[in-house]
T-cell receptor, first 114, second 113 residues
Framework: KQEVTQIPAALSVPEGENLVLNCSFT??????LQWFRQDPGKGLTSLLL?????REQTSGRLNASLDKSSGRSTLYIAASQPGDSATYLC?????????????FGTGTLLAVQP | KAGVTQTPRYLIKTRGQQVTLSCSPI?????VSWYQQTPGQGLQFLFE???????NKGNFPGRFSGRQFSNSRSEMNVSTLELGDSALYLC????????????FGPGTRLLVL
């Protein structure tokens, strides 16, 4: 059974700092991994999607890497800003057959202090 | 393009009642998935519909059901509500095949008293 874990559960950093969020999964048979952010009481905003054949994806100040063999992904945020404060969730597309089912981690609550 | 919309946004029900939530996907998207988010269990997959057919189902009791219409809009129904059904219900849409970015709606917050 696929399980997804995110460390740390919470993180507080001063503005301008670079930071790394971690995501690990137990079954390497995934077809993709997606990073989302969620603001309080809101839905999820997709940040980056990495296909199983890819090693990393970049969007602006965000860079996500994927190492399937070790069951790990990292989300790197450069020059953090207070507007980056949110909960960050990783999710893996896993399981056989045609499906868009995602299995989510528990999230990392990020606070960027001005 | 308009994003994923969900109605209603907030709902208060009492135990034993039933509830129907609606999700309209992004235009052209044929896959709709539903998730339940609670503080204790996090985000859990409920089910996925594609072209009016349930393509996958999570580990939830039969009180949770759904359907998809020919215009790809989807509804989920929860019968005989329990206090533990209080949650944020999120739907996500994608064009249809697998391995694609999924786009989430703002969610429906359900409170069961």
């Amino acid at each position: 059974k696929q399980e997804v874990t995110q460390i740390p559960a919470a993180l507080s950093v001063p503005e301008g700092e670079n930071l790394v969020l971690n995501c690990s999964f137990t079954d390497s048979a995934i077809y993709n991994l997606q990073w989302f952010r969620q603001d309080p009481g809101k839905g999820l905003t997709s940040l980056l999607l990495i296909q199983s054949s890819q090693r990393e994806q970049t969007s602006g100040r965000l860079n996500a890497s994927l190492d399937k063999s070790s069951g790990r992904s990292t989300l790197y945020i450069a020059a953090s800003q207070p507007g980056d404060s949110a909960t960050y969730l990783c999710a893996v597309g896993s399981g056989g057959g045609a499906t868009n089912k995602l299995i989510f981690g528990t999230g990392t609550l990020l606070a960027v202090q001005p | 393009k308009a994003g994923v919309t969900q109605t209603p946004r907030y709902l208060i029900k009492t135990r034993g009642q039933q509830v129907t939530l609606s999700c309209s996907p992004i235009s052209g998207h044929r896959s709709v998935s539903w998730y339940q988010q609670t503080p204790g269990q996090g985000l859990q997959f409920l089910f996925e519909y594609f072209s009016e057919t349930q393509r996958n189902k999570g580990n939830f009791p039969g009180r949770f059901s759904g359907r998809q219409f020919s215009n790809s809009r989807s509804e989920m129904n929860v019968s005989t509500l329990e206090l533990g059904d209080s949650a944020l219900y999120l739907c996500a849409s994608s064009p249809g095949t697998t391995q694609e970015t999924q786009y989430f709606g703002p969610g429906t917050r359900l409170l069961v008293l």
